[in-house]
């Protein structure tokens, strides 16, 4: 790096308003005196976002007993002893950052190894932290990272990141991760109390994390409605040891998903039961949350230390544009305080282009009383194709000439989106700038960060035997709406575009789902033309409960069509997720199982116009992914573990339930991608 490096970066701080930690120094020991006093750095450290020669360095150092603002340096070195210490910076929190404190550290090396540490005035230091930075731009070696999603401490155990963090600490050098991206869902904002659900949630303990001190109650759940609530939420998760630990050990590439703002949250929009709750201050709380916990290079009015948002009210939201963005100017001002949207490049073979699946959305056309006739007792959690894509599509369905009824068990059902805008995750502006990224770069991957899975989920329910209820749609079942299963046009003009523009190592990592998902990226499935353009995965949650974990409690003991979601074994033996079954090869593969209990023979009568796009399910799977990739390969590894009720006694994290391996050959302009799968330890069973 060269002065006149070192002076723009500095330019470049001083207009964020950060501190800056320059790393051209020679190295050299360190001068602070330093003791360890992790109690007065509750929330640990963090690094995050990181380039060749910068990441962002985090921290929290709230103030002692005096009140005064602590006084703070961080140092960078090379080496973990500090005798090669290449930066000293001073660093200080404030009261408006909720004493949270941010380094942008420059002048590092490409693909390097640092350590980093905070200090107070009296030697007093926060714990160690371990980053990386990123390859340089034309460094063709292989990439590796995990990406994550779906963590919550109310409800269960961290051990994931145990096991990953154990995983790295003893893998070779050249074969640890370089980063993290973490696709949402890193809190849950809706709490219970221990006392609102004595008997546990499933088999499930609660855990007395947070308590909100402005919050609201919905039923049996707490919600945060402040900044100090949805500070406090963070703080509680921050101070899990598991997820303290990978914060540390690991740079972070973070995006939110709903539960960062708002389960049922859109735009700047709360939905609870029937209930709509304008809440745009709310929107621009849990925004300014999420800058202050999280080190990430995000666009907001203020600066890189200090989080500006604009002064908001709680105005209905009546008027919405063409896109379905709602116009009134609080909205529009909630949802701009923070853009989390970005593109990051780690060497020749990787840029991970995030979007954001839910500041920009339309409302989820399942999540309305309007589509209650869509649903069905006898086949819970799905709908009928046929319907999702007129819903889906609205008033440009059939080029502009939508049904004004949808044939449906017998019955004409009301299209009530007939008049509506078609649904949109990414809204215009947002979209406009996916498109433009995925087109001008160079990288040999362009590894889309997701956050909602992308694959389709269906069955084919119409193939039922006669005895068991009598499907209700004329072909296929499909998940509904709720993520980009049920987009299913603007996905379509998503693999479009990576289509018409020759677009190659198209591939997409996703969370949310709380399961493990493989296959390949198509806008159509049969009856229509399969041509996949892409490679896709999902990862299961960090500890989130799953699907089948809620069916096997919450499905009705009589519902006929009971097994072919969850099956309880024989002599009370636990139970199957069939769901992996009914999705991956179709209910006859099911139903032989459940009268033979032969997966072969099973998977013999496989209907192999369900899911020509799918490799893997696993509806109910825990733990991460690893991705590898290289210049002629992208290879993802599902690490699952057991369902995370309680915390692993053992430093590894505990057992693992399987690994398994999906390797992508990169494929040129034209030709049709392809999956190799390989398990390498235990038995996925029916998720194959």
Same mark, same amino acid.
Request: proline content about 7%.
């Given at each position: 790096?060269?002065?006149?490096?070192?002076? *723009?970066? !500095? =330019? &470049? %701080?001083? @207009?964020? #308003?950060?501190?800056?930690?320059?790393?051209?120094? +020679?190295?050299?020991?360190?001068?602070?005196?330093?003791?360890?006093?992790?109690?007065?750095?509750?929330?640990?450290?963090?690094?995050?976002?990181?380039?060749?020669?910068?990441?962002?360095?985090?921290?929290?150092?709230?103030?002692?007993?005096?009140?005064?603002?602590?006084?703070?340096?961080?140092?960078?070195?090379?080496?973990?002893?500090?005798? *090669?210490? !290449? =930066? &000293? %910076?001073? @660093?200080? #929190?404030?009261?408006?950052?909720?004493?949270?404190? +941010?380094?942008?550290?420059?002048?590092?090396?490409?693909?390097?190894?640092?350590?980093?540490?905070?200090?107070?005035?009296?030697?007093?230091?926060?714990?160690?932290?371990?980053?990386?930075?990123?390859?340089?731009?034309?460094?063709?070696?292989?990439?590796?990272?995990?990406?994550?999603?779906?963590?919550?401490?109310?409800?269960?155990?961290?051990?994931?990141?145990?096991?990953?963090?154990?995983?790295?600490?003893?893998?070779?050098?050249?074969?640890?991760?370089?980063?993290?991206?973490?696709?949402?869902?890193?809190?849950?904002?809706?709490?219970?109390?221990?006392?609102?659900?004595?008997?546990?949630?499933?088999?499930?303990?609660?855990?007395?994390?947070?308590?909100?001190?402005?919050?609201?109650?919905?039923?049996?759940?707490?919600?945060?409605?402040?900044?100090?609530?949805?500070?406090?939420?963070?703080?509680?998760?921050?101070?899990?040891?598991?997820?303290?630990?990978?914060?540390?050990?690991?740079?972070?590439?973070?995006?939110?998903?709903?539960?960062?703002?708002?389960?049922?949250?859109?735009?700047?929009?709360?939905?609870?039961?029937?209930?709509?709750?304008?809440?745009?201050?709310?929107?621009?709380?849990?925004?300014?949350?999420?800058?202050?916990?999280?080190?990430?290079?995000?666009?907001?009015?203020?600066?890189?230390?200090?989080?500006?948002?604009?002064?908001?009210?709680?105005?209905?939201?009546?008027?919405?544009?063409?896109?379905?963005?709602?116009?009134?100017?609080?909205?529009?001002?909630?949802?701009?305080?923070?853009?989390?949207?970005?593109?990051?490049?780690?060497?020749?073979?990787?840029?991970?282009?995030?979007?954001?699946?839910?500041?920009?959305?339309?409302?989820?056309?399942?999540?309305?009383?309007?589509?209650?006739?869509?649903?069905?007792?006898?086949?819970?959690?799905?709908?009928?194709?046929?319907?999702?894509?007129?819903?889906?599509?609205?008033?440009?369905?059939?080029?502009?000439?939508?049904?004004?009824?949808?044939?449906?068990?017998?019955?004409?059902?009301?299209?009530?989106?007939?008049?509506?805008?078609?649904?949109?995750?990414?809204?215009?502006?947002?979209?406009?700038?996916?498109?433009?990224?995925?087109?001008?770069?160079?990288?040999?991957?362009?590894?889309?960060?997701?956050?909602?899975?992308?694959?389709?989920?269906?069955?084919?329910?119409?193939?039922?035997?006669?005895?068991?209820?009598?499907?209700?749609?004329?072909?296929?079942?499909?998940?509904?709406?709720?993520?980009?299963?049920?987009?299913?046009?603007?996905?379509?003009?998503?693999?479009?575009?990576?289509?018409?523009?020759?677009?190659?190592?198209?591939?997409?990592?996703?969370?949310?789902?709380?399961?493990?998902?493989?296959?390949?990226?198509?806008?159509?499935?049969?009856?229509?033309?399969?041509?996949?353009?892409?490679?896709?995965?999902?990862?299961?949650?960090?500890?989130?409960?799953?699907?089948?974990?809620?069916?096997?409690?919450?499905?009705?003991?009589?519902?006929?069509?009971?097994?072919?979601?969850?099956?309880?074994?024989?002599?009370?033996?636990?139970?199957?997720?069939?769901?992996?079954?009914?999705?991956?090869?179709?209910?006859?593969?099911?139903?032989?199982?459940?009268?033979?209990?032969?997966?072969?023979?099973?998977?013999?009568?496989?209907?192999?116009?369900?899911?020509?796009?799918?490799?893997?399910?696993?509806?109910?799977?825990?733990?991460?992914?690893?991705?590898?990739?290289?210049?002629?390969?992208?290879?993802?590894?599902?690490?699952?573990?057991?369902?995370?009720?309680?915390?692993?006694?053992?430093?590894?994290?505990?057992?693992?339930?399987?690994?398994?391996?999906?390797?992508?050959?990169?494929?040129?302009?034209?030709?049709?991608?392809?999956?190799?799968?390989?398990?390498?330890?235990?038995?996925?069973?029916?998720?194959?």
């Amino acid at each position: 790096m060269t002065s006149l490096d070192r002076r *723009r970066f !500095i =330019a &470049t %701080a001083t @207009a964020l #308003g950060a501190s800056a930690a320059w790393g051209g120094a +020679r190295a050299a020991p360190s001068k602070l005196r330093y003791t360890e006093r992790r109690d007065l750095f509750p929330e640990g450290v963090a690094s995050g976002d990181p380039q060749p020669d910068s990441v962002i360095l985090w921290t929290r150092r709230p103030p002692g007993a005096d009140g005064a603002a602590p006084r703070l340096k961080v140092e960078v070195s090379e080496d973990e002893g500090f005798q *090669r210490v !290449i =930066a &000293t %910076a001073p @660093a200080a #929190g404030t009261a408006g950052s909720d004493w949270t404190v +941010r380094v942008m550290a420059g002048g590092l090396k490409p693909s390097r190894e640092y350590f980093y540490r905070f200090v107070g005035a009296d030697g007093a230091g926060s714990r160690i932290g371990r980053t990386m930075t990123a390859p340089a731009l034309d460094d063709p070696r292989e990439v590796r990272f995990a990406f994550v999603s779906c963590q919550n401490v109310n409800q269960g155990a961290q051990n994931a990141w145990r096991r990953m963090i154990w995983e790295d600490e003893r893998a070779r050098a050249d074969q640890r991760l370089d980063f993290v991206i973490h696709l949402g869902d890193f809190i849950y904002e809706i709490v219970w109390y221990p006392e609102d659900r004595p008997q546990g949630m499933y088999d499930r303990r609660i855990r007395d994390t947070v308590r909100y001190k402005d919050g609201k109650k919905f039923q049996d759940l707490h919600l945060p409605t402040s900044l100090d609530d949805y500070r406090a939420v963070y703080k509680a998760y921050l101070r899990d040891p598991d997820i303290q630990d990978a914060r540390a050990r690991f740079a972070f590439v973070n995006m939110w998903d709903n539960h960062e703002f708002s389960w049922r949250g859109y735009q700047g929009i709360e939905k609870f039961g029937k209930e709509v709750v304008w809440a745009q201050t709310r929107k621009v709380a849990a925004n300014q949350a999420w800058f202050e916990y999280q080190p990430a290079r995000v666009k907001q009015a203020g600066t890189l230390q200090q989080f500006e948002g604009p002064k908001v009210a709680d105005v209905p939201v009546t008027a919405f544009d063409a896109e379905g963005f709602g116009l009134e100017p609080n909205n529009k001002a909630a949802v701009e305080s923070l853009t989390g949207y970005r593109a990051l490049r780690f060497g020749k073979n990787v840029e991970v282009i995030l979007t954001d699946q839910h500041s920009y959305r339309t409302e989820d056309p399942f999540d309305t009383p309007e589509a209650n006739p869509f649903g069905f007792r006898d086949f819970p959690a799905f709908s009928a194709c046929e319907a999702t894509e007129v819903l889906d599509a609205g008033r440009a369905y059939d080029g502009g000439k939508p049904p004004a009824t949808i044939p449906l068990g017998g019955k004409d059902v009301a299209n009530f989106r007939k008049d509506g805008p078609p649904v949109t995750m990414l809204g215009a502006k947002q979209k406009a700038w996916f498109f433009e990224t995925l087109k001008a770069s160079k990288a040999t991957w362009k590894v889309w960060g997701a956050t909602n899975g992308t694959l389709e989920l269906r069955a084919d329910f119409q193939n039922l035997p006669a005895g068991m209820p009598k499907w209700p749609g004329a072909g296929y079942a499909d998940g509904g709406g709720g993520d980009w299963s049920g987009c299913l046009r603007e996905r379509a003009e998503v693999y479009d575009f990576v289509r018409d523009h020759g677009v190659t190592g198209f591939a997409t990592v996703a969370g949310d789902r709380h399961s493990f998902w493989a296959g390949l990226s198509a806008k159509a499935l049969p009856p229509k033309a399969f041509e996949p353009v892409g490679i896709a995965f999902i990862t299961g949650s960090i500890s989130a409960p799953g699907i089948p974990e809620a069916f096997e409690h919450n499905l009705p003991k009589d519902l006929p069509t009971r097994s072919l979601y969850v099956h309880e074994r024989p002599g009370g033996d636990g139970s199957d997720a069939t769901m992996n079954m009914t999705l991956r090869h179709g209910v006859r593969s099911t139903l032989e199982y459940l009268q033979s209990g032969d997966v072969v023979k099973a998977r013999a009568l496989s209907n192999p116009d369900l899911s020509p796009h799918l490799s893997f399910v696993d509806m109910g799977g825990h733990g991460y992914a690893v991705v590898r990739a290289s210049t002629g390969a992208f290879e993802t590894e599902f690490v699952c573990i057991p369902r995370p009720l309680e915390r692993a006694a053992t430093p590894d994290g505990g057992p693992l339930r399987y690994r398994v391996v999906h390797r992508a050959p990169l494929w040129k302009a034209g030709e049709a991608p392809r999956l190799e799968q390989r398990v390498l330890e235990g038995d996925p069973k029916l998720s194959i």
